[in-house]
């Protein structure tokens, strides 16, 4: 058996970045850049004032000076004059401080009189006055390649003067379930029958990661059936399978696709809940195999899935984020196999975070998993600890999953 | 001036969820629920086996005894017989528990020869069976009205037998920028003028808080184009203007929208960056004003639209999650006004967040801003802190904005 670890990073080495596309800036929230977008203009493009108020040169702007007001420049429309001694032009934030000044007269400070404006306080050079190139200059990489843009990131890539972007192509993500057992919500349900919630749920986590999922029909428990369901994943980027037969999970899922020329990585890991896992190739296509059980699935998904997506979307492939929490209630000593216990979150008296274990962990439990906010770790072999001790957690909460 | 707390609630009780519609559960994931989500069946439906092994009467599984297997039963196979005494079902994971039975021989526990099964671990009655109903009946609510939808809800809905869910309407949200200086990005630059950011940057926002923007054209500094624009509006559930007028930000909009029955709540908050912002109501239509700097325009998104956004898609419209880090650099006092310091994040030694403010807080400065990864909240009159005090954040990096 190897660690959780070593088969993530296996699985993320195996795994390259799709090729880019051009898109809309406006559909290039949470895209992954496939370039360096790098900035096509100066920010601010001329020296700007920061304030509504007056240019003038500084050596005029003394206490109780009367200057002769030569014009007014919104925003949008900069007086193309040259200020001389003893002129002040009315302007505004985000107009262009004019040719000859270099100070800026605040609004509030200044006393008007048809087109004569006094000094109420003292200016200082300089002061007001977002210089060129202060934000970005022409040139500057803005956001690098290999980022999944924010919406603030797509601001800046607007106001550096870009319509389109290139971003890696949304991984498709090819889902796979078999077992006679299983029926689509709403279709008739044999007998001894379950409803699939497996494909449902992980159709979801892929959006959730930036792919974009492609559900396989349900293959029943035979051979054919599952290499016919296979094939349709050829124009995907990964096929992800869950379970896969009644009598050892996995195995008949892997006779069937040996014969498809599945090759297997490696497919047992020291986890719970969800041994066991594999990670292979068929062909070109890379293979994930997820236990059937819907905990399992899931938290597999999780902790493997979400990662290979990312890595596939052009991002580096790292785990989810691990944050500290305060233990709620004490932790008995964990055996050799990694653990992650599905907790509930609270606010602790200095309002950090406290994560209370759910008594009963029972991996059928999908409607226990659902209530989750956080997955606690427990490394192979922990320590007991009691309730107080500091513990690692996953955040389910804030991520969509 | 009313605090940054005051206008939250003044906008979010002005403020009503869309109504519902039904959505495939496919296209289901982030949506709010309208309703509760009642189980259709009861999960598992049967008394079912938790492993792979032999179902059996507990009174014959002492060590040694031999017992007739009578059948086999893969899940989604029943066995639709009554096991007698002295007999053995071959089940698995999922397998139903045929009536007769209360106990379970794990495969591993058991030597089988053709029809015979020999017990080599005495059995405990009722152990590795998962009782129907084990994790939800026909009739639970699975999923409250109100909930945004995870990934692992999705999959609890469909085990829950729903392939139709009814979810509020994607909220509609009108951007408008208004600005004789602003052009789209890769369109012809007017002398003086930049490119515009705010409204690409807060469609993205939009589409972060569980929104549909609607993105207007441009409108220029004067009341007839800002008017035609804002009618444009009318089938939206929100209008967002940005900026507004050089002189006196929103004056213009505001002038040119009384036209069109414009009504204002407030305007003026006690806040960094971000003042001046305007609350009201155009008709039927709420109207949320932004400051137009790229800088104010995000962080008082982040602050105000984005639970907007949520309350009309039927959320609570709750603040961001505030959660707690440890500042990396000592903090001035501040004023009267609440501030939100942009900051970057790194690891502390005992695996906690730490948070340093960037020296510069220039709120023209939007590369800056698409740099940090939360904003420190600094409360109205807060005391200067030292290098180690607890501060309150909110994080960025985690969700898309």
Redesign the interface.
Known sequence: MISVEQALAAIVEGLHPTGGEIVP??A???RVTASDIVAR?T????DVS?M?GYALRAADGQLGAVLRVVGN??????WSGRLAGGEALRL?????VPDGADAILLQEDASRTDDRVTVNEAVRPGRHI?RAG???RAGDV??PAGR?????????????????VTVHRVPRIALLAT????A????P??????????S??????V??AGGEPM?LPVAA?DRDAITRAADAAEGADMLVTTGGA????HDLVQDALRARGLTLDFWKIAMRPGKPLMFGRMGRVPLLGLP???VSS?VTAILFLVPAIERLAGLAGHPL????ATLGEALPANDHRADHLRAHLSAGE????VATAFPRQ?S????L??Q?DALIQRPPNAPALAAGA?V?IIR?D????
Chains 1, 2 share one sequence.
Do not use: C, Y
Not at 148 to 164: E, M, S, Y
Not at 184 to 187: A, K, N, S, V
Not at 321 to 324: F, G, Q, S, Y
Not at 364 to 367: D, F, Q, S, T
């Open positions: 800036l406006a290039a929230w949470r203009l920010q601010p493009p001329h920061a509504d420049a919104p925003a949008g429309h900069p505004f934030t985000g107009s262009v977002r202060q934000d970005f803005l956001v999944q843009l924010t919406a603030r990131d797509v601001g800046l890539i607007a106001a550096g003067n870009h319509p389109w077992g006679d057992e299983i689509m919500p709403g279709e349900i044999p007998p001894g029958g379950i409803v699939s919630s497996n449902h749920a992980l159709a979801a986590l959006r959730a559900v428990d009644s009598v050892g999970e059937g059980n819907p899931l984020p691990v944050t500290m200095d309002g950090g975070l029972d059928a439990m999908l409607r998993l659902t989750s500091p690692p389910l804030t991520l969509g999953l």
